[in-house]
């Protein structure tokens, strides 16, 4: 009784400990997430001008505009990324795989060019909606769009795309 006791309260510290540090880890890897993001593209308009990362300890990204996080207890954890309009120029931001749990892109009526990146689609896992129509893409449409399970909207009209989309799986 008192070793299943034991064992009880092991086991509940291992995953207590887990869950801490997996997600102190999210929250890290989506400030590298915004500072790549905004690294990556260029903002004429001064539309990220309050995303600052200088003292990495008062970080708060649910304050950047355009950023939303899951709660607002979960401080850096970012659930949506809405930067439409915002005259952003560039290619498509290739560190947005590092917000995993990331579920809405929206890229709509920029000024980006370039193709999109394949791996971009693998990393990003719990994506349920992704707008990047009224840009500038070109290239084929990468076939592992497939690869998001929860994907129900995809945008992309009024682009430069070549080819067809590869069909859902
Ligand atoms: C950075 O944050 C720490 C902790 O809140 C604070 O003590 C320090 O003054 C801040 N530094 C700057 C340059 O804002
Ligand atoms: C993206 O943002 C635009 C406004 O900037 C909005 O009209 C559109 O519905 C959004 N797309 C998605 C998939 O939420
Ligand atoms: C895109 O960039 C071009 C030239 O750099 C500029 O003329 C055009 O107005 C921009 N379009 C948007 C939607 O910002
Ligand atoms: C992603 O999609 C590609 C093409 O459909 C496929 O070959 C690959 O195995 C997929 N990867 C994962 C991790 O599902």
Not at 38 to 63: A, I, M, R
Not at 109 to 130: I, K
Request: aromatic share 10%; charged share 15%; net charge negative.
């Amino acid at each position: 009784m008192v070793a299943k006791v034991v064992c009880a309260i092991l086991i509940w510290t291992c995953l207590w400990v887990l869950l801490v540090s997996s997600l102190t880890c999210a929250f890290e890897s989506d400030i590298d997430c915004l500072r790549t993001l905004k690294s990556q593209l260029k903002d004429p308009n001064g539309h990220l001008s309050n995303w600052v990362f200088e003292n990495h300890t008062e970080v708060y990204l649910c304050k950047f505009s355009g950023v939303v996080c899951w709660h607002d207890d979960s401080k850096n954890l970012v659930l949506n990324i809405d930067l439409g309009g915002f005259g952003l120029e560039g290619e498509f931001p290739s560190g947005i795989k590092e917000c995993s749990y990331l579920v809405v892109l929206n890229l709509t009526g920029n000024n980006l060019s370039g193709t999109l990146p394949s791996d971009v689609f693998s990393a990003l896992r719990y994506l349920s909606a992704m707008d990047l129509s009224y840009n500038s893409f070109s290239g084929e449409i990468p076939d592992t769009w497939t690869n998001i399970t929860y994907l129900d909207t995809l945008l992309l009209d009024h682009n430069r795309f070549t080819g067809h989309i590869p069909p859902a799986r």
